[in-house]
C-alpha cells in the first residue's frame, strides 16, 4: 500500500505488516524510520491504520484455517471460487503451491496460479506447466496423495514451502492389527504435559472440550472427531494424558478397525503433537 500523510513531516503505511513512519520532505530519504515517532502514537490515523494490520492478521489466519480443512476434508473444491479468492493476497499465500488434483486422481501437480476464468495453471512432476480446466480441484490430505515421496522431493528440489501443511504434515497409518473390539489407542495415557495444555492445544488448532481436545474431520459423508482425554486440572498445573478415542458426530463410538485413513492420522497426529511423545501405534510418515 502507499504512504499515508500524518502531521506536517511524516507519512505511515504498514511494511511486513506493522504500522512503519517515514519522514516526509524534501530531504527524507523515502526510508522507514528504525524508530516510530512517539508524537505519532496516539494520532487517529495511525490507531486506524493498526486496526486494519489486526484485521488482516486476522483475515489472514481465517483463509490458512479454511484452506486447511480443506486439505483435511479432500472435498472438491469449485475452481469458479478458487479464482473468485485467488487475487486476495492473503488466500493466495494459502493456496499456491498446494498440490492439486483436478478430473485425472492420478495426476498431481503443485498449484502455481488461478485464471480469472478458473483455469488452473500447475507444475507436474515432470517440472512442466500445465493448464487445467477443470470444474472442481481437490487439495488431498497426504494420506490420499497418490506418489507422496516423490511429491516431498520435488517439492524440497524446488525449495517449495506450504503455507498450510500438506506434504509434510504428519501421517500416520491405521495399524493392521488392532483387535476388533478395540476402541482407544492407550500410547499416550500417563504422559505429562505442562501445564496450559489448553493454550497449547489451541496453537495447533485443536478445540478443548471440557476433559479433552479434539479435533473433526469430514470422511466417508460423516463427521468423525477425535478426542484425547486428560485430567481436569489443565489450567494451572501439569496435566495427564488419557486415551485417544474417536467418535461419529451425533454418533456411535468407532471400533479402531472402523476409523478411516484421515480421521486416523489427524487423531495421532494432534495426540503426538499434544503429548511430545512417539508412539508405536501407527506409522508416522
Known amino acids: 500500500m502507499g504512504w499515508l500523510a500524518v502531521g506536517d513531516s511524516h507519512e505511515i503505511s504498514l511494511v511486513d505488516g506493522k504500522v512503519a513512519a517515514r519522514s516526509a520532505g524534501p530531504r527524507a530519504t523515502g526510508r522507514p524510520l528504525k524508530t516510530f515517532p512517539k508524537a505519532l502514537r496516539d494520532d487517529p490515523e495511525v490507531d486506524r491504520l493498526r486496526q486494519l494490520a489486526q484485521w488482516l492478521d486476522r483475515h489472514a489466519a481465517e483463509c490458512l484455517a479454511r484452506v486447511d480443512a480443506w486439505v483435511v476434508s479432500s472435498l472438491p473444491v469449485p475452481t469458479a471460487l478458487l479464482a473468485r479468492v485467488w487475487p486476495d493476497p492473503a488466500w493466495r499465500d494459502a493456496l499456491r503451491d498446494l498440490v492439486v488434483l483436478g478430473d485425472d486422481p492420478t495426476a498431481p501437480g503443485f498449484l502455481r496460479d488461478v485464471t480469472d476464468g478458473g483455469d488452473l495453471r500447475m507444475v507436474d512432476l515432470d517440472g512442466e506447466t500445465v493448464r487445467l ?10 494420506a490420499h496423495l497418490p506418489a507422496l515421496a516423490d511429491l516431498r522431493e520435488f517439492a524440497d528440489e524446488l525449495d517449495i514451502a506450504q503455507r498450510v501443511e500438506q506434504l509434510h504434515r504428519g ?3 491405521r495399524p493392521a492389527t488392532l483387535a476388533d473390539r478395540d476402541t482407544a489407542v492407550t500410547d499416550f495415557r500417563g504422559t505429562k504435559v505442562p501445564n496450559r495444555l489448553a493454550v497449547r492445544a489451541a496453537t495447533f488448532g485443536f478445540r478443548v472440550s471440557g476433559s479433552q481436545a479434539r479435533c ?3 470422511e466417508d459423508d460423516r463427521t468423525v472427531e477425535a478426542a484425547l482425554g486428560f485430567d481436569e486440572d489443565y489450567w494451572d498445573s501439569e496435566a495427564t494424558l488419557g486415551s485417544l478415542s474417536w467418535t461419529v458426530v451425533d454418533g456411535p463410538t468407532l471400533r479402531l478397525a472402523e476409523v478411516g485413513p484421515v480421521a486416523w492420522s489427524e487423531g495421532m497426529r494432534m ?13 508416522t510418515a
Open 133 to 142: 480446466s477443470p470444474t472442481s480441484a481437490r487439495l488431498p490430505h497426504p
Open 171 to 173: 501421517t500416520f497409518a
Open 216 to 218: 473433526r474431520v469430514w
Open 271 to 283: 495426540a503426538t503433537a499434544l503429548s511430545g511423545a512417539a508412539t508405536t501405534t501407527g506409522r
